[in-house]
């Protein structure tokens, strides 16, 4: 996953896009609303005349532009298992990377993909500043986005490679909440029961000492470092859970690049101006290091474009239950990779949260198909 932020960017609610991480819905580009548009005009001048030779049937002509290739069936499916990997390996990725900062490999992945959204923003004649009445939200969803990528990042360095994910994954259940304080939608039971579900799971993944005692058994390093990095993983899904608020809120009037620009330059700038503050920034002096920098931003560009692949040709509710791979993903790297076999209570954590959540995106998926 990566960073479940731009993930959750890529897989964001239906009127919006999220941060690499979390598992929702995205709207297609505008430029496929386009081609729709002009495959309804196509089709209103009469089947089988085109320009040339109105007066005459071409219907050999018009028939294989208007009719489209279905997708293959599964295809989806595997764009979005394909995506889970992805970022899942970017996440490995920053683990292995130890003497780089969480703050610093975020700037790093901000700025390849600059170099990527530039071009596309040129191409699109999107612009870089945005609709006048939106900027203000723009700069809201630049800045949580970004703070959700360094708090993962944060914690993928600090706790677990799996309590992280786990606890990530939880943004859905954030999500719901928020969009009802917020954008005064629907929150029922059943949400109310997803949230308290999840909140059971992190706590099992956590073990409070007053209510685990004291045995620390199967977690990395010290309690309180596992706590600073537990702490990061729930701020990263609070913050990622407010960012597709924001998305939705600003619907289809914003382009998706330039969305995904405003959160990589906000982002690159936030992750100045903190390692100023800290004195953090170094280059990393192992050339492994610096090959892992670069895969980290390769990787997790390539999750967002499969991810957004997948939903544009399959429902949410499959995509989102298929999303549940990152949590495998990030298990059997930990056990691979860091001989770090999980401890029954995180897998108990890891069942309710992704089951709370897959059931809150589940629910929200059948109520849109009604």
């Not at 993983?233 to 924001?246: C, E, M, P, Q, R």
């Amino acid at each position: 996953m990566g960073p479940p932020e731009s993930a959750r960017e890529s897989a964001g609610e239906p009127s919006g896009q999220r941060d690499p991480g979390l598992p929702l819905t995205e709207p297609a580009p505008s430029g496929a609303e386009e081609e729709s548009a002009d495959a309804t005009a196509t089709g209103a001048n009469g089947r089988g005349r085109c320009g040339r030779c109105l007066p005459s049937p071409c219907g050999s002509r018009a028939e294989p532009e208007a009719k489209k290739k279905a997708p293959c069936p599964g295809l989806g499916l595997f764009y979005t298992l394909l995506s889970a990997f992805l970022f899942s390996v970017a996440s490995l990725f920053v683990k292995k990377v130890q003497d780089v900062h969480a703050v610093e490999i975020s700037a790093f992945r901000c700025v390849f993909q600059m170099l990527v959204i530039i071009p596309c923003l040129i191409y699109r004649k999107a612009g870089f500043i945005g609709p006048k009445g939106q900027r203000r939200f723009l700069i809201l969803r630049g800045v949580l986005g970004s703070s959700a990528m360094i708090l993962l990042y944060y914690a993928f360095q600090t706790t677990s490679l799996a309590d992280a994910m786990v606890i990530s994954f939880s943004c859905p259940v954030f999500t719901s909440l928020f969009a009802w304080i917020f954008l005064k939608e629907k929150y029922s039971l059943w949400d109310a029961f997803f949230t308290l579900f999840t909140i059971t799971g992190v706590i099992l993944i956590v073990r409070p000492p007053f209510l685990f005692g004291s045995d620390t058994s199967g977690m990395e390093g010290s309690y309180s470092v596992h706590l600073k990095g537990t702490f990061a993983a729930i701020g990263h899904a609070v913050f990622a859970a407010l960012t597709l608020v924001i998305l939705r809120k600003m619907g289809k009037s914003v382009d998706y690049f330039l969305s995904i620009w405003y959160y990589v330059i906000l982002g690159l700038a936030e992750s100045i101006v903190v390692l100023f503050i800290l004195g953090e920034w170094s280059l990393p002096y192992c050339g492994l290091d610096r090959l892992f920098l670069i895969l980290i931003g390769l990787l997790g560009l390539g999750g967002q474009v499969f991810i957004t692949k997948a939903v544009q040709v399959e429902k949410a509710g499959p995509v989102a239950i298929m999303k549940t791979m990152d949590v495998v993903f990030a298990f059997i790297f930990q056990i691979i990779f860091f001989n770090d076999i999980p401890t029954w209570w995180t897998v108990g954590g890891a069942i309710c949260v992704v089951a709370s959540s897959t059931g809150a995106i589940v629910r929200k998926w059948f109520q849109s198909s009604n």
